[in-house]
């Protein structure tokens, strides 16, 4: 389902969403305001919440040099990665949590020349980040139809309170294509930052199987989850630290299983438009 991506820019739509910028009543984001939100409330406020997000996801503003540390059971990467209108770049600094040796290097040189020499192989890449995103982003743009969203109250988030809210299946839902099918199965937590107007953390779970295609195409198994966590990196500016998935999908007679856990950080912002081959000098200059 999600990540925003890191990772995720992660131009992770223009548009007029003017309408949904509308003024709420004043107690919908007071911190110290005890009167629980009604039903109708909590589902205008994530809806307003959620739409803001997609506008902000795409807006290429703040580009962002950052590490990211991606552990699956089979291995630990650690990446430095750079922002661009081209897309993002990474160089590989460490595996399995040790900083790469001397072939490992020579070898992270040699991909890092032959990707400035081929505008390509970022093209390739750039590609499949929009592709990405797109579905990220029409995932983002459905959440509001496709659960009922219930305010529980304030919890203590790490930069202090927020608000929270439980979320389960629109049973008037109808989900448009395969991309939007788990939706129709997941329930779980949202915690919004009242101040920022942000989501400061969601979390998620399978409630039963969902099959696609009448299962001929896959099922993705009960039990699968997800959790995902943004951060102020910069005033007024918000990305994603945390991003952990544990899904299972059976494929015909294949089963293939996620299981990663990426941890984002050391955002620093970077010029507006640089390309990618100013990033790659960037990342040999660390």
């Not at 020579?106 to 995103?133: C, F, I, V």
Request: aromatic share 6%; charged share 25%; glycine share 6%.
């Amino acid at each position: 389902m999600l990540p925003f991506r890191s990772c995720s820019r992660v131009g992770i739509v223009a548009g007029s969403l003017i309408a949904l910028f509308f003024v709420l009543p004043a107690r919908t984001f007071a911190l110290a305001q005890p009167e629980p939100l009604t039903p109708a409330e909590a589902q205008t406020l994530v809806t307003r919440v959620l739409r803001d997000e997609v506008r902000l996801a795409i807006d290429p503003s703040h580009p962002m040099r950052f590490l990211m540390r991606k552990q699956s059971p089979r291995l630990t990467t650690t990446k430095e990665i750079v922002e661009t209108r081209d897309g993002a770049v990474a160089r590989l600094l460490m595996v399995n949590d040790q900083p790469l040796d001397t072939l490992g290097q020579t070898r992270e040189w040699a991909r890092l020349d032959e990707l400035e020499r081929n505008p390509s192989l970022q093209q390739h890449r750039k590609h499949g980040e929009n592709e990405d995103t797109r579905i990220v982003m029409k995932i983002l743009r459905m959440m509001p139809s496709a659960f009922l969203f219930q305010y529980q109250g304030l919890v203590q988030g790490r930069s202090g309170l927020v608000q929270k809210y439980t979320y389960s299946p629109n049973p008037r839902f109808s989900p448009p294509d395969m991309e939007t099918q788990a939706l129709t199965a997941m329930s779980g937590e949202l915690w919004i930052d009242a101040t920022a107007e942000r989501v400061a953390r969601l979390t998620g779970s399978l409630q039963q199987d969902t099959s696609y295609g009448w299962g001929i195409l896959g099922k993705l198994n009960k039990g699968g989850w997800l959790e995902l966590e943004q951060t102020e990196v910069a005033p007024h500016t918000w990305r994603i630290s945390h991003v952990q998935l544990q899904m299972t999908l059976r494929i015909v007679v294949k089963t293939k299983v996620f299981d990663t856990n990426e941890q984002m950080h050391d955002y620093k912002p970077v010029p507006v438009g640089i390309d990618y081959r100013t990033a790659i000098h960037m990342l040999r200059s660390r």
